[in-house]
């Protein structure tokens, strides 16, 4: 069992930055894949960003490449996700998830835990 803790969400201005943390319970942190969704107000939720167990690996929803950055430190069980550019369009709920999968990508099917969120607010 694996649970998820977001931090780091808040009321930021257009053009903006903000940084999310995402804390994971357990010791096999590093053989998890990890990913960014978000829930916009009136949505259904969607995929922003995931890693794989390698560092290395990213993959981007297109809304938000170039301006979102993921990243991980298995040392400290924790997974990251660098927001800059903020639009009032980036306003949702921010979750986490991990997925045994080497690479779980988009698919929110293959994530196997999930975290309670973290509201963004991106005022104009």
């Known amino acids: 069992q694996v649970q998820l803790v977001e931090s780091g969400g808040g009321l930021v201005q257009a053009g903006g930055s903000l940084r999310l943390s995402c804390v994971a319970s357990?010791?096999?942190?590093?053989?998890?894949?990890m990913g960014w969704f978000r829930q916009r107000p009136g949505k259904e939720r969607e995929f922003v960003a995931a890693i794989t167990w390698n560092p290395d690996n990213t993959y981007y929803a297109d809304s938000v490449k170039g301006r979102f950055t993921v990243s991980r430190d298995n040392a400290k069980n924790t997974v990251y996700l660098r927001m800059a550019s903020l639009k009032p369009e980036d306003t949702a709920i921010y979750s986490c998830?991990?997925?045994?999968?080497?690479?779980?990508?988009?698919?929110?099917?293959?994530?196997?835990?999930w975290g309670q969120g973290t509201q963004v607010t991106v005022s104009s």
């Open positions: 357990g010791n096999t942190f590093s053989r998890y894949s």
């Open positions: 998830a991990a997925s045994r999968l080497y690479f779980a990508g988009k698919f929110q099917n293959d994530y196997d835990y």
